[in-house]
């Protein structure tokens, strides 16, 4: 049985890639994943800037990265008044942790992102790491310790 949940950095994806992605860049990754996803092709690999290597599955694009996919709901451009069903049907403690620089999370401004998750869990428990980027960056040890203190 699940007891509690950490959730490390969660982020409003598709809010994020509109930040990271160019117009024509998030066109062309929706149109491409969007086909080949009707094709059954969605391991098939398209062009995809954000990420590292400049390539993402056209399934994983299309359920993480498209508004309205079912991983998207974590929906901070919602702003304050935002819900979200699955985050307000979890009944266990959920422990939130990502940086003040996080450049994924904070698509909007720090204390719309934190009222809508306190809005949104119910037993919600939010720790910020200083000077954090969206991969704790030099801050695992703090990381680390956030977790075993708040578990």
């Known amino acids: 049985m699940i007891k509690e949940i950490v959730l490390l950095a969660p982020c409003d994806i598709p809010q994020e890639c509109v930040k990271f ?5 998030f066109r062309n990754a929706k149109n491409e994943s969007t086909k080949l996803v009707s094709e059954g092709k969605p391991n098939e690999l398209i062009d995809f800037s954000v990420n590292a290597n400049g390539k993402i599955s056209a399934g994983t694009y299309y359920n993480d990265f498209l508004p309205g996919g079912e991983n998207d709901f974590i929906k901070y451009r919602d702003g304050l008044d935002g819900k979200s069903n699955v985050l307000n049907s979890l009944d266990i403690p959920v422990l939130i942790i990502f940086g003040d620089v996080d450049e994924c999370v904070l698509t909007q401004k720090i204390d719309i992102v934190k009222e809508y998750l306190y809005n949104n869990i119910k037993k919600c428990n939010i720790q910020i790491i200083s000077g954090a980027d ?3 960056t030099d801050k695992y040890e703090e990381l ?3 977790i075993e203190i708040c578990i």
Do not use: F
Request: net charge neutral.
């Open 21 to 25: 992605l160019s117009k024509e860049e």
């Open 134 to 136: 969206h991969s704790y």
């Open 144 to 146: 680390g310790k956030i």
